[in-house]
């Protein structure tokens, strides 16, 4: 089965400054997804950015970008010039491309506080 | 609707009790799927169902856990003879096929077991 660990259980930042959070995982297939999920106070999962594991350059959401070192099984998320309202926990997630695997594996995500 | 719509938002319920925790998704979304978070974790699958019928329900603890979506829209989870440990956040997301990559969640249902 597939695990994800996020080791940093808390990150903080201050506010417009630039934080990047740790995920790895573990995983026997060469093909699959990757994924940042925020989740504020409100509970709801909110995508934040998706990666492909097949393509070699790193995806770029505005502020987000992620450093996907496949060899190394690392997925870290970049969050530049960091607002207030970034702060939330963030999981990160794995998902199989395999017919028939469509659920998510989630780490046990890391609470990031931006300090005004 | 708009986006994954999930009742009651909160439910307080005691040990031993049955619940019903329900899930509208997306309008139009084939692709429907349960996950419970703990207290400190991430989110772990319940069951996936496409359309109608239950995908895969490999994340289902035990036999006191059911779920169904008998019209191919709003999803019920069912909790029979609750326990202190289902205390969680049961969270569902839709999307709109199989293999779609991006799911759409609901805020979740914070069920507390006393």
């Known amino acids: 089965a597939q695990t994800v660990t996020q080791s940093q259980p808390e990150m903080s930042v201050q506010e417009a400054e630039t934080v990047t959070l740790s995920c790895t995982y573990d995983t026997s297939e060469s093909d699959y997804y990757l994924f940042w999920y925020k989740q504020p106070p409100s509970r709801q999962m909110i995508l934040v950015i998706r990666?492909?594991?097949?393509?070699?350059q790193n995806a770029t959401e505005n502020r987000f970008s992620v450093n996907f070192q496949k060899a190394a099984k690392s997925f870290s998320l970049k969050i530049s010039d960091s607002q207030l309202g970034d702060a939330a926990m963030y999981f990160c997630a794995y998902r199989s491309v395999q017919t028939g695997a469509n659920n998510l594996f989630f780490g046990t995500g890391t609470r990031l506080t931006v300090i005004p | 609707g708009a986006g994954v719509s999930q009742t009651p938002s909160n439910k307080v319920t005691e040990k031993g009790k049955y619940v019903e925790l329900r899930c509208d998704p997306i309008?139009?979304?084939?692709?429907l799927y349960w996950y419970r978070q703990s207290l400190g974790q991430g989110p772990e699958f319940l069951i996936y169902?496409?359309?109608?019928?239950?995908?895969?329900d490999s994340g289902l603890p035990n036999d006191r856990f059911f779920a169904v979506r008998p019209e191919g829209s709003v999803s019920t989870l069912k909790i029979q003879r609750t326990e202190r440990g289902d205390s969680a956040v049961y969270l569902c997301a839709s999307s709109s096929g199989p293999g779609v990559t991006e799911a759409f969640f609901g805020q979740g249902t914070r069920l507390t077991v006393v």
């Open positions: 169902f496409q359309g109608t019928g239950a995908a895969d």
């Open positions: 309008s139009g979304h084939t692709a």
């Open positions: 990666q492909e594991a097949y393509k070699q």
